[in-house]
């Protein structure tokens, strides 16, 4: 008896632990990762934290009128090992941001992930080159 409930606890926990773990992660499935787009703003807050840093912005579209976009990045170790840090992008930064869109046409795009990340210019300085993207 006591080692039928010992291999339930234990069959448990690793149900429990492996549910999490792919519940927490969305991917990039509402993206379009074929179409990369370029945006010009300005930036109007960072968020750097877990799961995701995000770079919301500004950005002036086609008929003069102000969008405001958010970026979904990586996490914050991925971004350190890139070259970020939580004051690489500020408000009123001045940004021109690589882009994959939303695939439902919302203003939101996701500019890196665990294994790319597109170009990232801040202020006439390009942030965290990467060797590969998508």
Same mark, same amino acid.
Request: charged share 20%; hydrophobic share 40%; with cysteine.
């Given at each position: 008896?006591?080692?039928?409930?010992?291999?339930?606890?234990?069959?448990?926990?690793?149900?429990?632990?492996?549910?999490?773990? *792919?519940?927490?992660?969305?991917?990039?499935?509402?993206?379009?990762?074929?179409? *990369?787009?370029?945006?010009?703003?300005?930036?109007?807050?960072?968020?750097?934290?877990?799961?995701?840093?995000?770079?919301?912005?500004?950005?002036?579209?086609?008929?003069?009128? &102000?969008?405001?976009? *958010?970026?979904?990045?990586?996490?914050?170790?991925?971004?350190?090992?890139?070259?970020?840090?939580?004051?690489?992008?500020?408000?009123?930064?001045?940004?021109?941001?690589?882009?994959?869109?939303?695939?439902?046409?919302?203003?939101?795009?996701?500019?890196?992930?665990?294994? &790319?990340?597109?170009? &990232?210019?801040?202020?006439?300085?390009?942030?965290?080159?990467?060797?590969?993207?998508?």
């Amino acid at each position: 008896m006591r080692r039928m409930t010992l291999s339930i606890l234990i069959l448990t926990a690793g149900i429990s632990l492996f549910s999490n773990g *792919t519940s927490a992660h969305h991917g990039v499935a509402h993206y379009d990762m074929k179409r *990369t787009i370029v945006l010009t703003g300005t930036v109007a807050a960072f968020d750097w934290g877990n799961p995701h840093c995000l770079v919301h912005m500004d950005v002036m579209d086609d008929n003069g009128h &102000f969008q405001h976009w *958010t970026l979904e990045m990586s996490s914050i170790f991925a971004m350190s090992k890139r070259g970020w840090s939580k004051d690489t992008v500020k408000r009123g930064d001045q940004v021109v941001a690589e882009t994959h869109p939303a695939q439902n046409g919302i203003p939101l795009g996701i500019s890196s992930g665990p294994d &790319f990340g597109l170009k &990232f210019v801040v202020n006439g300085k390009e942030i965290g080159k990467e060797s590969s993207s998508r």
